[in-house]
């Protein structure tokens, strides 16, 4: 870059350092609120529903049907109530009162011995999708359990299946949220952060002193993202303590492989926030524009909650120019697989990528003409 | 007095919708955003990575694998000599089938025909999902190898959902991500136009009016509750022409619905503005409220799980009782006992937000 | 240090779109001159330090600056000048220190010169507050002399200053005006813009701009004489004018303005002996004095004279 001068982005840097450490309530919620929110998230986010209302009706009354209902009770997932009739399991349904109903007709227990068919009907709610996913994933293990308890002729795993689960034997969801969320909230902060900091000067008039100045516009970028690196990276750590000695989220790869993952991230994000800033020129609509472009976003596109890999082959494409996408891969394959540097290094060229461009797109649209 | 209260209030308007770019916020944004996620997200657990590690001679194992493949659940990846552990590690893989050594079909028959299924843990549900699909391969599997219909498994759930029959999935995300969308737009509107004009010192000339207190806060949030109201029809409009998410139940349901929780935002945010010394503490401000909010609405997690020291914060949270509130009268035709309860706390939220933001207020301006 | 003059300009044009908001501006400064623009609000005053400090690019015409032109796209320039902005003068979270280390920090002065340069500032300005005070805690005409040094800190030949007293007290503007008096003794060349007719006084030469264009250039003086042939009056009639003697006034020979100024009026002849005639036509009551005409009346005239 021609004339690029490091003092002069140093001195840009070192008046941003004052600015930041002159706010001390915007100082302590960037340090503090991450650590809150993945406290008070890591606790409250639970992917297991358990504990649903389950409306049975069962016009069979034999002990297999009492089996059955016992197998969904003993499950731990449901509560199972009793109905008077069909017509009240759909009231039930309609009021919210039941989250599901199990109505088993008269005949259910012959047709099991009989090697007919014996069917029973399961009704789901579907207005809410995470409940009623999570609820049809139960039924296969239900099943087994049921033709288990029935002691049936045919096993239910008639070639036995033995799966592990890697990583992650006890299924704590907790590991797989805490990153997720982590990677989320600071991104979401670092392109707040930024966002501002160039609007601010255009709209106090003080960007005009500093354009009359032989100050570059980038140096006036790279001095103003550098002290907010800074900032993140503590914010990151204070996370990562609270995760591995709060929640026992583990840390499983290198601390070096994470901290130049962080740093890429830090940089894509706060360099989204410049571009932004540079762009609008006027600090409310640069917060308009960040939380708008960012929030949603980052908190359903990036696979922190809904799985990339389901997305329509577009949307699969689309993510890739979010930076919370490829720092989630990094951070949930480091803390809990243990992946390695070739193992990650779409996600980090990525990042990578994204920085570069959106540098770039800073630089460009960094327009120094002033108002008439 | 009403005369100068309604030309105030009509100023006021004015100003707002002269911006272009409010109306880009309000509009444009918010349809590109439900046809963004609408379209996008699914809690579905699909394009699942299998590597199947098998003796290449072994002609039953191939079967089988094959079967995942078909299934439409997996994509094939090539295990390449490398170890299964390795491959998931890597994140080449999600799940690898290990078939056992010295021909599948044989150990089969010996009893000793058990494959291992090793899943990548890291994230629960999808751990589940593959366990499950894994699960049901296999038993249609035997069912066909032994010559056998599928359907003569000794008993099986018939399964039924309502509501949302074909499981679409914008059916399911949508009416969740129009009330994301409208709290998004009204909160940031607010809390951030009016501290602009605090900033700007615009504010004095706003006491100097011959109003009292509350036209002046009625004069300001007004504007914004309309347009927040517009931007909910607009929303909800999409998500029927668009998605064909279905509107069951009444419409007047509907617009108090929207109309109470459209207070309570633009409430919230005329707090969040009064409370801020300047842009950035509105935007933090902003935002301490809105992620928890989308995050606890129940439309990321089923919030009925939460422990119960935290969930007082669920029933603090007014994207909750709207979304359910949504789900219920656009999917379900709205049920008499859930709008009442649901409406009656969201009423209750907005007298307070609103009581609560006029006491502030008031406070600003002396 | 160069001979010629310290600012030339020649034809100097810039349009925004079809907004031409300064339109064929000639004039020079020589150094050590206090050089000032006069006009109303939109006049194209700012558009034109801005250009000269090289904030903006002209479209047309040329400027010399400090000898150097803009074929660098105002690199050079930028680097000769300091720059009063209108709008902002200092950060005020940051403390006076702070301030002045970063205007240190992006002229890249050496700490040590950075040093001698800010005691040599402070003398003139008379600032003894500590380094440490905070900006905001200042009264608005501190500011400003601490904004002038911040501007001056790398020791510029040429110091523009773009309204530099505005919202300021007028003991504080007298103040900041004895400064730019004795930043020129030290052989600076000052240009600044201003539109409080006090002021302009005080300017070495003055340069009238009015939408955009040069209007009039020249010493208060030579301003007052070319405007003014001759003698001005003022009349007094203790009450509101009587039509009757408004109206003769106005028809009077040799008249070449009349005005009111507040409860008075100005009228002002092309030589004493018609003055003396209309005079003589006035009623008794009214009060006439004659008087020297100031930078107001030129402003009026001309203004009013470029809209005839």
Redesign the interface.
């Known amino acids: 870059m021609t004339g690029f001068d490091l003092h002069r982005a140093a001195a840009v840097a070192r008046k941003e350092v004052m600015h930041i450490l002159r706010d001390p309530f915007t100082l302590a919620l960037v340090l503090g609120l991450p650590v809150v929110l993945v406290v008070f998230f890591g606790f409250a986010i639970d992917f297991d529903v358990k504990n649903l209302a389950l409306g049975v009706y069962d016009r069979d009354n034999t002990r297999h049907s009492r089996q059955l209902v016992s197998v969904f009770e003993s499950s731990g997932y449901f509560l199972p109530g009793a109905v008077d009739s069909p017509a009240a399991a759909a009231r039930g349904l309609d009021s919210g009162r039941y989250s599901a109903a199990l109505l088993v007709e008269p005949g259910f227990g012959r047709g099991l011995g009989g090697g007919g068919r014996a069917r029973v009907q399961f009704i789901v709610d579907g207005t809410d999708n995470s409940k009623a996913q999570a609820v049809l994933g139960y039924l296969p293990g239900l099943t087994g359990a049921a033709l288990r308890k029935f002691g049936a002729a045919i096993p239910a795993d008639p070639v036995p299946l033995k799966t592990r689960f890697m990583y992650n034997p006890e299924l704590n969801s907790r590991w797989f949220v805490i990153p997720g969320l982590a990677v989320i909230i600071i991104g979401l902060l670092s392109i707040l952060m930024t966002a501002l900091t160039v609007a601010r000067e255009w709209e106090n008039g003080s960007m005009e002193l500093l354009l009359s100045t032989p100050l570059r516009p980038a140096e006036i970028i790279a001095g103003k993202i550098a002290p907010y690196v800074g900032l993140i990276l503590a914010g990151v750590f204070f996370v990562n303590l609270v995760a591995r000695f709060g929640f026992g989220v583990p840390f499983r790869g290198s601390h070096l492989l994470f901290l130049g993952g962080t740093v890429l991230f830090a940089l894509a994000s706060l360099s989204q926030g410049i571009v932004i800033s540079v762009v609008t020129r006027q600090q409310q609509l640069a917060m308009q524009l960040s939380m708008i472009s960012g929030l949603l976003p980052s908190l359903l596109l990036s696979g922190f909650i809904f799985p990339v890999e389901s997305m329509p082959i577009f949307f699969r494409y689309f993510t890739m120019i979010l930076s919370p996408r490829w720092f989630m891969e990094i951070a949930r394959g480091v803390t809990i697989r243990g992946a390695g540097a070739d193992d990650l290094a779409l996600p980090l060229a990525a990042l990578a990528a994204l920085c570069a461009l959106l540098l770039a797109a800073a630089f460009k649209k960094f327009k120094t003409d002033l108002e008439p | 007095m009403k005369r100068t209260l309604l030309a105030f209030i009509r100023k006021e308007f004015a100003q707002a919708l002269r911006d272009p770019r409010m109306k880009l916020i309000l509009f444009v944004m918010p349809m590109i955003q439900m046809t963004v996620f609408g379209l996008a997200l699914s809690s579905e657990i699909k394009n699942i990575k299998l590597a199947s590690v098998y003796a290449p001679s072994d002609a039953a194992a191939r079967r089988l694998a094959q079967r995942f493949t078909a299934s439409g659940w997996f994509l094939p990846v090539a295990a390449e000599g490398r170890a299964p552990e390795d491959l998931v590690v890597s994140g080449a893989a999600d799940a690898a089938l290990v078939f056992p050594a010295g021909g599948f079909a044989r150990q089969a028959a010996r009893g000793r025909g058990g494959v291992q299924l090793l899943v990548d843990g890291t994230s629960v549900t999808r751990a589940r999902s593959v366990e499950a699909y894994a699960r049901a391969i296999f038993a249609a599997h035997a069912a066909a190898e032994a010559g056998l219909p599928v359907s003569a498994a000794p008993f099986g759930f018939d399964v039924r959902i309502i509501y949302n029959p074909e499981m679409e999935s914008p059916v399911f995300m949508v009416p969740g991500v129009m009330g994301m969308i409208v709290c998004l737009v009204t909160i940031i509107l607010t809390s951030m136009s009016l501290t602009r004009e605090r900033e700007l010192g615009t504010f004095e000339t706003i006491v100097s009016a011959p109003l009292e207190n509350y036209e002046i806060l009625l004069g300001k949030t007004l504007p914004y509750i309309v347009l927040g109201l517009a931007n909910a029809a607009l929303v909800i409009a999409a998500g029927f022409f668009i998605f064909g998410v279905p509107v069951r139940g009444d419409l007047w349901r509907l617009f108090s619905a929207a109309l109470a929780f459209v207070i309570t935002t633009v409430s919230v945010g005329t707090l969040i503005s009064t409370v801020s010394k300047n842009q950035q503490q509105a935007m933090l401000g902003g935002f301490i409220f809105l992620f928890p909010a989308v995050l606890m609405s129940g439309i990321m997690y089923p919030v009925e799980n939460m422990p119960a020291l935290l969930k007082p914060v669920v029933y603090a949270n007014p994207l909750y009782y709207f979304t359910t509130l949504l789900r219920n009268i656009l999917l379900k035709g709205g049920d008499h006992a859930v709008f009442v309860f649901n409406m009656s706390a969201l009423a209750a939220m907005a007298v307070a937000a609103g009581a609560a933001a006029y006491g502030r207020f008031r406070q600003t301006l002396n | 240090m160069n001979a010629g003059p310290a600012l030339e300009v020649r034809g100097l044009s810039i349009k925004?779109g079809d907004?031409t908001?300064v339109d064929d501006v000639s004039f020079s400064v020589k150094r050590g001159e206090i050089f000032g623009f006069l006009g109303a609000n939109g006049a194209g005053k700012t558009?034109t330090i801005?250009m000269l400090?090289?904030?903006?690019l002209p479209t047309s015409g040329s400027a010399t600056v400090g000898g150097l032109d803009f074929s660098d796209g105002g690199?050079g320039i930028?680097?000769k000048?300091g720059?009063m902005?209108?709008?902002?003068t200092l950060?005020n979270?940051?403390t006076v220190g702070?301030n002045l280390?970063?205007a240190?920090?992006?002229?890249?002065l050496s700490p040590a010169y950075a040093l001698r340069r800010r005691r040599e500032l402070f003398d003139l300005i008379a600032f003894d507050s500590p380094l440490s005070t905070m900006v905001s805690s200042l009264p608005g005409g501190v500011k400003q002399e601490l904004s002038l040094a911040a501007a001056m800190l790398h020791d510029p030949e040429i110091v523009f200053l773009d309204e530099p007293t505005a919202g300021v007290s007028p003991a504080s503007r007298a103040r900041f005006w004895a400064l730019i008096r004795k930043v020129t003794e030290l052989g600076k060349t000052v240009i600044v813009t201003t539109h409080y007719m006090d002021e302009a006084e005080q300017c070495g030469r003055i340069a009238l701009m009015r939408t955009g264009k040069l209007i009039a250039l020249g010493s208060p003086a030579e301003l007052k004489g070319a405007a003014f042939p001759g003698p001005m009056v003022e009349l007094d009639f203790n009450g509101p004018a009587p039509a009757a003697a408004l109206g003769g006034l106005g028809k009077a020979a040799g008249l070449l303005e009349l005005s009111p100024h507040g409860m008075r009026w100005h009228a002002a002849f092309r030589d004493r002996p018609a003055m003396e005639a209309a005079l003589a036509a006035l009623p008794p009551g009214a009060s006439r004095a004659v008087i020297e005409p100031s930078l107001e009346d030129v402003f009026i005239r001309l203004v009013e004279g470029a809209e005839r």
């Open positions: 925004f907004f908001a558009t801005r400090c090289g904030l903006l690199k930028k680097g000048v720059y902005s209108q709008k902002f950060y979270d940051l702070e280390d970063f240190a920090g992006l002229r890249k």
